[in-house]
C-alpha cells in the first residue's frame, strides 16, 4: 500500500490552490471580455444579447439574457407640469416607463404617464432627450410619444409579441422605474386574465387586463411585461394595494393586442377613430323608475343630444333638468331610455362602451328606446367621437 507523507499533502495542496486560482483568472478574462460585464452592457456599445430558447435555458439565465436584451429599450419618463394649489400655481413632477417601439424614436406608454404634460422628458440608459406628445387613448390608458435618436446612438427596440392565447401560470418579467429605480426587473406568473380594470377617474373600463404578481410599483407604469422569448405582451398599467402603497402581488397590464391594433392611429392622427351617439348619459335606477313611472328599471336615461349628432338625425330626445332652490340639479321629466343597441342590453357606460366596440364612424345601428312607456327602434348613424368625449 501506498503512504503519502505529510510534506507530499501539503505540496498537493498547494499545487491544487494554484491551479484553481490560475483557473478562476483565465475564466474571469474570458467572462470580460465576452461583453457580460455590467459597464460594458449599460455603455450602449453592444448589440443586444439575444435569448435562448426558454426550453432550453435556466430560469435565472432566461432572466439574465432577457435583462440584457431588453432594458436598453425601456425608458424612463419625466412629466413636467404645473398646478394649481391654495397659494397659486407650483410646478409639478412624475415618472414613469415606456418602451422603444421603433428606431426612429417612437415610445409605447400609458396615457396617465403623459397627462398634463407642459414637457417631456425621456432617459434612455444614461441619454436624455426631450420628447413630444404624438398621440393619447384614455379609453385605453395608452400613449405614444417620439424623441428623436441621435447620430452615434442607435436604439433598443422592444419586440411585441401577442397577448392572445396567454394562460394563466406563464411566467413574465417587468421592466420599469420604480420608485425612480433606474430599469429593475421583476418576475411572476399571469395570475389571471380578462379582468376588468376600472379607472376611477375617467369612469371608464378597460376589458381584458392582464394580471399578473410579478411586483409592480409606482414608476413601472407604462413599462413592459414580457414572456420569457422577451416580447412585450403587455403595458404594466395599475396595482391594487388597498392602503396606497407598494405592490401586493396584484398588478394588471393592458393586453398589447390592444396597443397594436390602436397604435397606427395614433401615430398617424393622434387619437384613435371612435364611434358615438351623440348622447350624455343618466342613470336609472328603481328610485327613479317609481318616480317616473316607468315600466323598465334597466336602460340608460339620454340626459342631453348634441346637435348635428347621429341621434339628433335620428329624434333621440334628451331629459328635461332644472333646479330645485339650493341650486342642485334636479331631474324633471324622462324623455327617451336607451334599452339596447343591435339587440343588446345597455344599463351603464361600460355595457354602451362594449355594444359599440366593434363599430366604426359611419356605421348604422339599430337602437330600442322606451319612450312614453312604449318601445320603439330607430336606426342611428353613428359619428365620430368628438375631441372633449376622447
Sequence with gaps: MYRVSGKQLVAIAMLAAVFSALVIVLAQRAFDRSGNNSASVFSGSLEPIA?????????????????????????????????????????????????????????????????????????????????TLVGTDRDNDLAVIKIEPSSDHRFTVVRLGASQGLQVGQKVLAIGNPFGLQRTLTTGIISGLERPLRDPASRRTINGAIQTDAAINPGNSGGPLLNAKGELIGINTAIYSPNGGGSVGIGFAVPVDIAKKIVPDLISKGYVSRPWLGISLLPLDRRTARRFNLSVEEGIIIGTVARGSGAAEAGLRGANVGEDGWGNVVLQQINDVLLT???????????????????????????????????TTVSLRLSERPPQER
Design 51 to 131: 435569448v435562448a430558447d426558454p426550453t432550453v435555458a435556466t430560469d435565472e439565465q432566461n432572466n439574465i439574457e432577457i435583462y440584457h436584451a431588453v432594458s436598453p429599450g425601456v425608458v424612463n419618463i419625466t412629466n413636467r407640469g404645473y398646478q394649481q394649489g391654495l397659494f397659486g400655481v407650483f410646478p409639478s413632477e412624475g415618472s414613469g416607463s415606456g418602451s422603444i417601439i421603433d428606431e426612429k424614436g417612437y415610445i409605447l406608454t400609458n396615457y396617465h404617464v403623459v397627462s398634463g404634460a407642459q414637457q417631456l422628458e425621456v432617459q434612455v440608459e444614461n441619454d436624455k432627450y426631450p420628447a
Design 341 to 375: 343597441i343591435n339587440g343588446k342590453k345597455v344599463s351603464n357606460a361600460d355595457d354602451l362602451q362594449n355594444a359599440l366596440q366593434d363599430k366604426k364612424p359611419g356605421d348604422t345601428v339599430q337602437v330600442e328606446l322606451l319612450r312614453n312607456n312604449n318601445r
